[in-house]
T-cell receptor
């Protein structure tokens, strides 16, 4: 099955700095890569996603890059704000028997200090 | 509000007992996924149902079972509970089989086994 590694497990930055979270995946058949943000005590929510036919996608302060050859993808957050503090999960989705299952990384706890 | 409803929000039970967690997917979503979130294990995929049929299994214990009913709501049954089963259990739903689409998460059920 798919295996997703996510680093770092904890990331502490000062407000205004950039933050980068990296993930690698094992199954070259994975073709959809969503990123979820989970605030304390809340449900994971999609913040950005990228499909395998695209190398980069940007939405305001967040961007995601995908390197299919190397099987890794990254989340970039610029001009971080305290409200960006949360746990971020990457996922790789591959088809299996006609179904598509997101496999998640272990998460990165991002702490933005004011 | 994601449109995915999970009940109950909290559940406290004793070891050896059996509980049932319930999930109602977003209107129109045919796929339901169950995930277990422990402190150090991230989001572990348990099982997926699509339009009433089991489609994929992950790291689901034999003591756990699930089903999806004709109205598309799903139930996760956990039996012979152990202390280690204490976790947050999320249900997510997506359109169709989940290909290239976002999984919408419910608020989760926090299970505490004492």
């Amino acid at each position: 099955g798919e295996n997703v590694e996510q680093h770092p497990s904890t990331l502490s930055v000062q407000e205004g700095d950039s933050a980068v979270i990296k993930c690698t995946y094992s199954d070259s058949a994975s073709n959809y890569f969503p990123w979820y943000k989970q605030e304390l005590g809340k449900r994971p929510q999609l913040i950005i996603d990228i499909r395998s036919n695209v190398g980069e996608k940007k939405d305001q302060r967040i961007a995601v890059t995908l390197n299919k050859t190397a099987k890794h993808f990254s989340l970039h957050i610029t001009e971080t704000q305290p409200e960006d503090s949360a746990v971020y999960f990457c996922a790789a989705t591959r088809g299996t028997g006609g179904s598509y299952i997101p496999t998640f990384g272990r998460g990165t706890s991002l702490i933005v200090h004011p | 509000d994601s449109g995915v409803t999970q009940t109950p929000k909290h559940l406290i039970t004793a070891t050896g007992q059996r509980v049932t967690l319930r999930c109602s997917p977003r209107s129109g979503d045919l796929s339901v996924y169950w995930y277990q979130q422990s402190l150090d294990q991230g989001l572990q995929f348990l099982i997926q149902y699509y339009n009433g049929e089991e489609r994929a299994k992950g790291n689901i214990l034999e003591r756990f079972s699930a089903q999806q009913f004709p109205d598309l709501h799903s139930e996760l049954n956990l039996s012979s509970l152990e202390l280690g089963d204490s976790a947050l259990y999320f249900c997510a739903s997506s359109v169709g089989t989940g290909r290239n689409t976002e999984a919408f998460f419910g608020q989760g059920t926090r299970l505490t086994v004492v």
